[in-house]
């Protein structure tokens, strides 16, 4: 696996006032990315503080229509006051039957933006961050039923392991996973930390801690797995001609996205024609765009976002090929 080095979603603090909910990496890019029509439809699938989709409300005529979709109810206080914009409360792995509630078949652009907003990590009792005592919780939906407290108290040591392994790629994944057993029960995440700390390196105590809990949140909010429905449904919501904008913050996101906007599907398994030409119903627009250093000076928690545009070949293209 590629390292993570970049990751760490807490290793770099920002100071900001506590009414911040969220600073939008790549902002004016992404929204670049997306090549809006005035009279298009857009799903900004992660809301969040509302910072893409007023950009894209900007860029939009008295024709254009915008949907924010946010798992977070908390998000429901960001909504836009504005005739163009509905807010739809539900994961974005359901964006197909979402969109249909709301009369809409197909949409001109997709824009996703999967870091996780100041707001959780800011909001200390929700148990996102390992700088400060909280229940053990890391949903992002608070109506969902399990926890991270369920997760490192009743998931067996080999499991546990392997979420470690996978989600955050810990070397020490069987180490931490046996002190963690060992241990329990756990309340919170100061426990958590306690127990996990003796086994990591200090020069890389942060970073590893971020890690730690990482791959807990990523197990808790099954997002790779939504990320991955989310990527096969846009190919079905798409117009021709319409674009796909991922804004991804770590290597295991970054990995599907890269796949399926080369392939076209989930398992990144390239199709070719007889004469071994590439067939793909999906174009990349340029290539990965990172943050400018200016941006990561003003946004530190920017510095490993990446962005990646594909649009949805037309159909009179038949399939496209390289």
Known sequence: MESLKNMGDEAHSIAMEPTVYHIPALLTKSIDGLAIKPDGIYV?????????????????????????????????????????????????????????????????????????????????????????????????????????????????????????????????????????VKARPLESTGALVEVVRPLLKPAQEKKELSMVFQALRIEVNAELDALKRLLSQSIEVLNPGGRLAVITYHSLEDRLVKNFMRAGNIEGKVEKDFYGRVSTPLRAVGKVIVPSDDEVRRNPRSRSAKLRVAELVSPDEDKHYR
């Open 44 to 180: 900004d699938v992660t809301f969040g503080g509302g910072g893409h989709s007023r950009a894209i409300l900007e860029r939009l005529g008295p024709d254009g229509r915008l949907v924010g979709m946010d798992q977070d109810l908390d998000a429901w206080s960001n909504r836009l006051d504005d005739d163009r914009f509905t807010f739809a409360h539900g994961n974005f792995a359901y964006l197909k039957n979402f969109l249909r509630y709301y009369g809409i078949d197909h949409v001109d652009g997709i824009l996703a933006d999967l870091g996780v907003s100041f707001h959780h990590f800011d909001k200390v009792e929700r148990g996102f961050t390992f700088r400060a005592d909280a229940p053990l919780d890391m949903r992002m939906n608070r109506n969902a039923p399990f926890t991270a407290r369920e997760l490192v108290n009743t998931y067996s040591e080999e499991r546990l392991a392997d979420v470690l392994y996978l989600y955050g790629e810990l070397r020490q994944s069987r180490r931490l996973a046996a002190a963690i």
